[in-house]
């Protein structure tokens, strides 16, 4: 049974940081694209961030160069640093593995 775990949420003022992590079990993060995703209040769910299996990483264009996803094996969890933070990116923020397993969302506050 594979579980995704968020944390990492809170209120924070535009232009702070925060990082997100996505604490994975049952399977390997290794072995699958891991991808955070967002979803704002009145908004679609909106692609942050990916790492693939190989480690190669991609972000939307509304958080490049401000956002970084990374991971860590051998605690079988991905990362979302987020810097210079906007009252855009307010939003949940959920974890994916492999396109099929979803983890329960983090709420992510940015306002002043």
């Known amino acids: 049974q594979v579980q995704l775990v968020e944390s990492g949420g809170g209120l924070v003022q535009p232009g702070g940081s925060l990082r997100l992590s996505c604490a994975a079990s049952g399977s390997s993060i290794s072995i699958s694209v891991m991808r955070w995703y967002r979803r704002a209040p009145g908004k679609e769910r909106e692609l942050v961030a990916l790492?693939?299996?190989?480690?190669?990483?991609q972000y939307g264009d509304s958080v490049k160069g401000r956002f970084t996803i990374s991971r860590d094996i051998a605690k079988n969890t991905v990362y979302l640093q987020m810097n210079s933070l906007k009252p855009e990116d307010t939003a949940v923020y959920y974890c994916?593995?492999?396109?099929?397993?979803w983890g329960q969302g983090t709420q992510v506050t940015v306002s002043s």
């Open positions: 790492i693939s299996s190989s480690g190669s990483t």
């Open positions: 994916n593995k492999g396109g099929v397993y």
